[in-house]
């Protein structure tokens, strides 16, 4: 009898046990969870978040010094002996490079002081579109050059020109609302966005059309065509998670166009 007893009060006390450990356990992850939740609201873990494109946009942007200062010297150059002999290809070659380095500028500037996000889009598939979407256009420098007659050389650079200053207007005006991810920040519908929706997509699809013009050929046609693709795939993601953080979200869509006004 004792003996049963004995045996019934250490499964009982092993039950207790497991059921202490077991809701200590889900303390701590709900604890834990709960940290890491907010955390994610803090400016910090925003910043971190963001450390690896600052870091891209600001090599970038230091690549491009030596050769922009080339350029610059050779201008003067020409100035200063025979203007008339002046390049057009090197004066729009040097706006287009001086354009692209006040973008990279601006990107490093506003993703460090940017926002923090109210809403995100969840799963794999968003973030995936948003990283391939930005990085893809990389790949051009892979491909072969092309030699181009001096108008499609104007053209090409042209294209580049007006479509990095658009952007950098939209960026201007985007501000700390910037994100890479579909992310929900705050909800700018003034400047550009009072005509489209997506006017920072707009100017970077007439630039990369531009720079895939410089590599014209098959392989630089179908790169074009995916990194358009990714961006329409972001437009999507974003317009979601934008619709369910902002009640005014709705009405915006239905006065504005997604890229170009009374077309599409």
Not at 29 to 40: D, I, P
Not at 60 to 72: K, N
Not at 134 to 145: A, K, Q, R, Y
Request: positive net charge; proline residues 5%; hydrophobic residues 50%.
């Amino acid at each position: 009898m004792g003996s049963a007893f004995a045996e019934h009060s250490k499964s009982f006390r092993r039950r207790a046990l497991r059921c202490c450990q077991q809701g200590l356990g889900k303390m701590i992850n709900a604890m834990v969870t709960g940290r890491l939740k907010a955390l994610r609201r803090t400016k910090l873990y925003d910043l971190f978040a963001a450390a690896p494109l600052i870091a891209w946009y600001g090599y970038c942007a230091a690549q491009m010094l030596p050769q922009l200062a080339q350029q610059i010297a050779l201008l003067k150059l020409f100035v200063r002996t025979d203007p008339s002999m002046l390049p057009a290809t090197l004066v729009f070659r040097t706006v287009s490079e001086v354009s692209t380095l006040a973008f990279l500028v601006l990107l490093v500037v506003m993703f460090t002081v940017r926002h923090i996000p109210q809403r995100a889009a969840p799963g794999f598939y968003p973030r995936f579109a948003a990283v391939v979407g930005t990085f893809l256009s990389v790949g051009f420098v892979l491909l072969p050059p092309q030699e181009l007659s001096d108008a499609l050389y104007l053209a090409s650079f042209l294209l580049v020109i007006a479509g990095t200053v658009f952007a950098i207007c939209a960026l201007l005006v985007l501000g700390r609302s910037i994100s890479l991810l579909p992310e929900a920040r705050r909800l700018v519908t003034r400047g550009p966005y009072a005509l489209v929706r997506h006017p920072l997509y707009l100017g970077e699809m007439i630039a990369v059309a531009g720079v895939a013009l410089q590599y014209r050929s098959a392989g630089a046609l179908l790169l074009l065509g995916l990194v358009w693709g990714f961006l329409f795939w972001r437009m999507k993601y974003e317009e979601h998670v934008l619709f369910q953080s902002f009640p005014e979200y709705g009405d915006y869509m239905a006065r504005t166009a997604r890229l170009v006004p009374g077309v599409y």
